[in-house]
């Protein structure tokens, strides 16, 4: 039987809940749990001051509630399940190395910031900076996947290093900046500047947009890994159009004011 959180309290202020992560629960009873510390703005208070606890922990913990002010949850996870009924705060599953949240509603910024494995999926829309490295680092998302069905904002993927950002909507600004290494897949339409800076990495789109004058084209083709990607997704419930299987794709290279080897794959057939 998975563990229960429901929030019963709305914090009046940024609820640090770092606690709320399988590896901070394994082995504790529920009286344990609730007597996990949170931090509501300056004061560690118990985690049962705000959310009502129930059930046993067994790898699952379900969460239910607008957790839109409660961040930090699942930080640092390295195993088992969090499913969340509702809205999360920022730094969702920071520097998470395993397991799986599946999130409901929406989502805040800093969704994953510093991942190094596992999977985040959003059925709603996400903030900015998912699956991005903290300001000053050079280290973004290392591992896992990132599945969002909505849009994100800006700086999708900054300083990515590895792994996978799937986005069912649109991305904002600045998709995939400063780059290194990984895939960024956009459903829907992307913003300006997408891959400013890149040095390696693939960004793929399945509309086009208007690249900066540091990519140039190299070719149209159509690459047959697509098509195991896009099985994949339609797999994890996103919505592929037929046609997009074998589309031709346009290969731009750049960023040409770095080391000119990443690669940004922009639909033909749209």
């Known amino acids: ?46 985690l049962r001051d705000f959310f009502e ?28 399940k969090i499913t969340v009924s509702g809205n999360v705060g920022v730094h969702t599953g920071a520097a998470m190395s395993g397991g799986e949240i599946i999130i409901e509603g929406d989502a805040s910024d800093w969704v994953g910031p510093e991942m190094l494995g596992g999977r ?17 680092s050079t280290i973004g998302m290392q591992g896992g996947e990132i599945i969002v069905h909505g849009n994100v ?48 990495g693939s960004i793929i789109c399945q509309t086009k947009t208007e690249l900066l004058p540091t990519f140039s084209k190299s070719c149209d083709y159509q690459p047959s890994f697509l098509r195991h990607y896009f099985k994949y997704l339609q797999s994890l419930g996103l919505t592929i159009n037929d046609t997009l299987m074998n589309s031709p794709f346009e290969r731009w290279c750049g960023d040409s004011i770095e080391l000119n080897r990443g690669e940004i794959l922009l639909s033909a057939g749209k």
């Open 1 to 46: 039987m998975a563990l229960k959180l429901k929030l019963h309290t709305k914090p009046e202020v940024p609820l640090e809940a770092d606690c709320i992560c399988p590896d901070r629960m394994q082995s504790l009873s529920t009286t344990e749990i609730e007597n996990l510390t949170v931090f509501y703005g300056n004061r560690q208070v118990p």
């Open 53 to 80: 606890c129930s059930g046993d922990f067994d790898g699952e913990i379900d969460v239910e509630g607008d957790l839109v002010d409660v961040k930090h949850i699942a930080s640092a996870m390295s195993f088992g």
């Open 120 to 136: 985040i999926t959003i059925k709603g829309n996400a903030g900015h900076m998912v699956g991005s490295g903290y300001r000053g």
């Open 153 to 200: 904002k800006n700086e999708t993927g900054h300083v990515m290093r590895r792994g996978l950002i799937v986005v069912g909507g649109n991305s904002g600004d600045f998709t995939g900046v400063n780059m290194l290494a990984g895939t960024i897949i956009v459903l829907g339409e992307m913003g300006i500047r997408s891959g400013a800076g890149m040095k390696r």
